[in-house]
């Protein structure tokens, strides 16, 4: 397939040996259980060249379901929320669900809302590994079953208006969220929603330029290859930005890596998300991390794609571990607890 083109019922660059691993049961649940395809209805795969055996697996349990399938291959991304190739953006506006197993992210991109704005529903599989392929957070997780509890602190963040958020390590940031409305990524994504699979999650944009305080980063950063931390990363928040960001060499990595992009919206507070799949472990790799329970996470950057004003060359999460948050002062989340 050409860089940026649909082709119809095929994916190029997959490996010419047989994968170790059985990526088929993973690809059925995506397919059956978070993608919900129905026979008859367009289905679009975007991919790369790296992540090819991903996207064969789907497309196949796809078509099984009786699908029209379109799989995409486009050129590799620079960085996260690069936009994909016009052709393969009119590919996923028409789509009725799409399945991105691509190595960089094209979540936060005016391509992937206009998708949504669409109707499309959409499974994310960014930096899909073998692991997260064959993970019990994928394949034993009762996903309907934590509808509820996600809708529940959804409606917690969409009815307040001031959000505190601390942790034992030190982290103690405020910030407002009045007429902000919560994302609810159950996983068994509606029309016009996205799904990160496996991370169930609730997130929600601060009001830009309203957050205040400090975060202490000790769980992971699942971008850039930094994964797991080593040590913690400590930011200074003023003015709803990262002023100040210290800690080891992981923290001097990130830093220096986006002050390189001479943005300040790059250290925009865009995003508090906060995991909610019992299955899900810390790897290091985005799509589990950020589903994990009794953890919660900071996006920086972009907010638009997520309800916000801000768009960043870039969307980054960091993670942190057995989060307080009180919703104009009633608790409702501590740990692993949603008390909401």
């Given at each position: 397939m050409a860089d940026g083109t649909a082709t119809e019922a095929g994916v190029a660059g997959s490996p010419a040996t047989e994968p170790a691993v059985d990526l088929t049961p993973g690809a059925r649940r995506l397919v059956h259980v978070n993608g919900r395809v129905r026979p008859g209805e367009v289905v679009v795969i975007v991919t790369d060249p790296t992540m090819g055996r991903y996207a064969d697996a789907v497309a196949a349990a796809a078509r099984e379901a009786g699908a029209a399938v379109t799989v995409c291959m486009i050129p590799m991304r620079d960085q996260d929320g690069q936009e994909p190739p016009p052709p393969v953006a009119r590919a996923m506006a028409e789509a009725a669900?799409?399945?991105?197993?691509?190595?960089?992210?094209?979540?936060h991109t005016r391509a992937m809302r206009t998708a949504l704005e669409a109707g499309a529903r959409v499974c994310m599989m960014t930096a899909y590994t073998d692991a997260v392929m064959t993970s019990p957070a994928l394949l034993e997780t009762d996903f309907a079953a934590q509808a509820d509890v996600c809708r529940r602190l959804g409606a917690a963040f969409t009815e307040g208006r001031h959000v505190r958020l601390t942790s034992p390590r030190g982290t103690d940031l405020r910030f407002g969220i009045e007429g902000r409305v919560a994302n609810?990524?159950?996983?068994?994504?509606?029309?016009?929603?996205?799904?990160?699979?496996?991370?169930?999650?609730?997130?929600?944009?601060?009001?830009?330029?309203?957050?205040?305080?400090?975060?202490?980063?000790?769980?992971?950063?699942?971008?850039?290859?930094?994964?797991?931390l080593e040590e913690p990363i400590i930011c200074t928040v003023r003015g709803g930005a990262i002023v100040e960001m210290t800690g080891g060499a992981q923290a001097d990595f990130l830093r220096e890596h986006l002050e390189s992009f001479g943005d300040p919206r790059c250290f925009n507070v865009a995003e508090l998300g906060v995991g909610l799949n019992p299955n899900a472990r810390l790897t290091g790799e985005m799509l589990e991390d950020e589903g994990v329970m009794g953890t919660i996470h900071i996006g920086i950057g972009t907010s638009h794609t997520l309800g916000g004003e801000i768009v960043a060359p870039m969307h980054y999460d960091l993670l942190m571990w057995e989060p307080t948050i009180a919703v104009d002062g009633r608790v409702v989340q501590r740990d692993r607890q949603v008390l909401a």
């Amino acid at each position: 397939m050409a860089d940026g083109t649909a082709t119809e019922a095929g994916v190029a660059g997959s490996p010419a040996t047989e994968p170790a691993v059985d990526l088929t049961p993973g690809a059925r649940r995506l397919v059956h259980v978070n993608g919900r395809v129905r026979p008859g209805e367009v289905v679009v795969i975007v991919t790369d060249p790296t992540m090819g055996r991903y996207a064969d697996a789907v497309a196949a349990a796809a078509r099984e379901a009786g699908a029209a399938v379109t799989v995409c291959m486009i050129p590799m991304r620079d960085q996260d929320g690069q936009e994909p190739p016009p052709p393969v953006a009119r590919a996923m506006a028409e789509a009725a669900v799409i399945f991105s197993p691509v190595r960089i992210s094209i979540t936060h991109t005016r391509a992937m809302r206009t998708a949504l704005e669409a109707g499309a529903r959409v499974c994310m599989m960014t930096a899909y590994t073998d692991a997260v392929m064959t993970s019990p957070a994928l394949l034993e997780t009762d996903f309907a079953a934590q509808a509820d509890v996600c809708r529940r602190l959804g409606a917690a963040f969409t009815e307040g208006r001031h959000v505190r958020l601390t942790s034992p390590r030190g982290t103690d940031l405020r910030f407002g969220i009045e007429g902000r409305v919560a994302n609810v990524l159950t996983n068994i994504p509606e029309p016009g929603e996205l799904a990160p699979v496996p991370d169930i999650e609730v997130n929600v944009v601060p009001v830009t330029g309203s957050a205040e305080g400090t975060l202490i980063f000790d769980a992971s950063v699942p971008y850039l290859g930094i994964g797991i931390l080593e040590e913690p990363i400590i930011c200074t928040v003023r003015g709803g930005a990262i002023v100040e960001m210290t800690g080891g060499a992981q923290a001097d990595f990130l830093r220096e890596h986006l002050e390189s992009f001479g943005d300040p919206r790059c250290f925009n507070v865009a995003e508090l998300g906060v995991g909610l799949n019992p299955n899900a472990r810390l790897t290091g790799e985005m799509l589990e991390d950020e589903g994990v329970m009794g953890t919660i996470h900071i996006g920086i950057g972009t907010s638009h794609t997520l309800g916000g004003e801000i768009v960043a060359p870039m969307h980054y999460d960091l993670l942190m571990w057995e989060p307080t948050i009180a919703v104009d002062g009633r608790v409702v989340q501590r740990d692993r607890q949603v008390l909401a």
